[in-house]
């Protein structure tokens, strides 16, 4: 704990406009606000994390079971459980100022044009912010979220909206759950959008064979983890030949290697996501394997792979 | 609610197995070896990595004692049967200090464990605290039937006053562990399925905790997996809990 990391300068990237010392971002709400991992490791080897999903009002969330898993992976309904925007920044930002000094990814979500342009306005503001992620995917929201996501006009109202309060540059977080994802990331490209970032869970569900009934209270929940890492890869794939923006893939990163692909896919930078969850230091080390893999495959620097 | 938080940190540790062995049906006792520092608190629990599940298993800790920790478990899904098949020797990745244990503080003077099923685990490193403190610990066990029982002998030999119940009375006496709440108590501890833990919380006539059970993702409060909510607000059970006071707790339905 504590300790000072020379970053290594092969691992630099930067994303829209802000350097950063690695590709590497934990995922929102994989994350919180960082103070359990900074338990177990300094959480400023990290290039910057994606904080906990936030909204203009307070959410509780779904109800329990809100977790299942499944072959390589898990599925959740969270459910956006968050303190809201006003507490998030009098209580948490200041608490992050102690343990975070790098500028820190805010996660945004709402219900209405309205809604996401006012929450996103208020953590504009805040010096610590430095990138806004715009989520329109959350499949566990209902009136809200995804329904944003999976129409090309409303994710373009969205971000129309967000770009016209805000200073900072606006990623738009898109959920896989379409059929044209290229087209979604064009329509928040054109919009204003800075950045693109995905894939978001996808929806899945699981049944207990003793009760017969759904695990999740919610029924169904968004899917993450390894097993969903190809679907994503190709995703970011397609986004990256589709937009010009930066785009962070995420999607079942688990390891070093993971993170080269998506970064040869086109991706700008990476976010991981449940791997936090089933190894708090995940992130940590795919931060320390990097140079050693990259070594193996002859990549002098993550900047090279962009093409 | 984040300050009980801050008092705890959680250690990344690999454990390796002594003893992995059955005891009742379904349960199973396994004894780990390493740096168990991680497990300061009766109550606490540890998330254990198993080979071919995504996510940790939360598991109750029975017992610590120098660098040896002892978990008992049920058989009730496929990790916990994977688990039943790890032999002495192999390691265990282990996520160790996890939630905020009991309140031995409030115990009084004669202290009441109860514990249903596979709630029964922790209550065992807590009597075993109580009674190093000189308490009179009473502790009522329940099970569904005979060949469910486990550790009666264990509460005994650490000086507790035991009363076993099963609800088809087929070993000691026949009912819930409400229909043998002994007088004069001051203080429960109670761990057990739901249905139990209401029951408790109608008919106990002391102030009292309850240690309470919910999937997780993480088990060390980054995914909200795990929240309910508390006349306090939300409280992760991983995280504020899984210990939380009678009164605090807002049973959903």
């Known amino acids: ?307 | 609610m984040r300050g009980k938080g801050a008092a705890q940190a959680m250690k990344q540790v690999l454990l390796r197995i002594e003893e992995n062995v059955p005891l009742a049906r379904e349960i199973w006792r396994m004894r780990l070896r390493g740096d168990v520092s991680g497990a300061e608190r009766p109550g606490q629990f540890v998330n254990l990595k198993l080979e071919g599940c995504f996510l940790r298993r939360p598991i109750s800790v029975f017992d610590r004692e120098g660098d040896r920790l002892t978990l008992i478990y049920r058989t009730v899904g496929e990790g916990t049967r994977k688990m039943s098949s790890m032999k002495p020797g192999e390691t265990i990745d282990c996520l160790t200090g996890l939630g905020n244990g009991y309140d031995l503080s409030r115990a009084g003077d004669h202290p009441l464990l109860l514990g249903g099923g596979v709630g029964v685990p922790p209550l065992y490193w807590l009597g075993k605290e109580l009674r190093a403190r000189g308490k009179e610990v009473s502790a009522v066990l329940g099970f569904n039937s005979r060949e469910d029982v486990f550790a009666e002998e264990d509460f005994r030999n650490i000086g507790c006053q035991v009363t076993v119940t099963t609800a088809d009375g087929s070993y000691g006496r026949k009912g819930f562990v409400t229909d043998a709440l002994p007088e004069g108590t001051s203080y429960f501890y109670a761990c057990g399925p739901e249905p139990m833990l209401r029951a408790v919380d109608r008919t106990a006539v002391t102030d009292g905790e309850f240690s309470l059970e919910e999937r997780m993702g993480c088990g060390f409060g980054a995914c909200m997996g795990c929240s309910c909510r508390t006349k306090d607000g939300y409280k992760r059970i991983c995280r504020e809990g899984p210990v939380l006071r009678k009164g605090e707790i807002q049973w959903e339905k």
């Open chain 1, 1 to 307: 704990m504590g300790e000072v990391r020379t970053a290594d300068p092969r691992l630099r990237v930067n994303l829209c406009g802000v350097d950063m010392d690695n590709p590497v971002i934990p995922a929102s709400g994989t994350f919180g606000y960082g103070y359990e991992f900074a338990e177990l490791y300094d959480i400023n080897i990290l290039g910057t994390f994606s904080f906990k999903g936030t909204t203009r009002e307070p959410r509780f969330g779904n109800p329990t079971p809100r977790i299942a898993e499944c072959p390589a992976g898990m599925i959740n309904a969270v459910g956006l459980q968050n303190p809201g925007v006003e507490r998030v920044i009098g209580e948490e930002l200041p608490k992050l100022k102690e343990i975070f000094h790098k500028p820190v990814m805010a996660n945004v979500s709402g219900f209405s044009v309205a809604e996401y342009a006012e929450t996103c306005a208020l953590l504009d503001r805040e010096p610590q912010v430095g990138w806004l992620e715009v989520n329109i995917s959350c499949p566990n929201v209902h009136g809200g979220g995804m329904s944003f996501g999976t129409d090309p006009a409303q994710a373009a109202a969205v971000t129309r909206a967000v770009k016209a309060v805000t200073t900072k540059p606006v990623i738009l977080k898109l959920s896989p759950n379409v059929t044209d994802i290229a087209g979604m990331a064009r329509a928040c490209e054109e919009a204003g959008a800075d950045g693109i970032s995905l894939i978001n869970t996808l929806q899945g569900m699981r049944i207990d064979l003793r009760t017969r009934k759904p695990v999740l209270a919610n029924v169904m929940g968004g899917v993450s983890g390894p097993c969903v890492f190809p679907v994503a890869l190709r995703m970011v794939w397609q986004v990256c030949r589709a937009v010009r923006i930066p785009v962070i893939g995420m999607g079942g990163i688990t390891r070093a290697e993971d993170v080269l692909e998506m970064m040869m896919a086109g991706a700008a930078a990476v976010e991981v996501g449940a791997a936090n969850l089933t190894d708090p230091l995940a992130c940590r080390k795919i931060i320390e394997e990097l140079p050693r893999v990259m070594d193996r495959y002859g990549i002098k620097n993550l900047a090279e792979l962009k093409q």
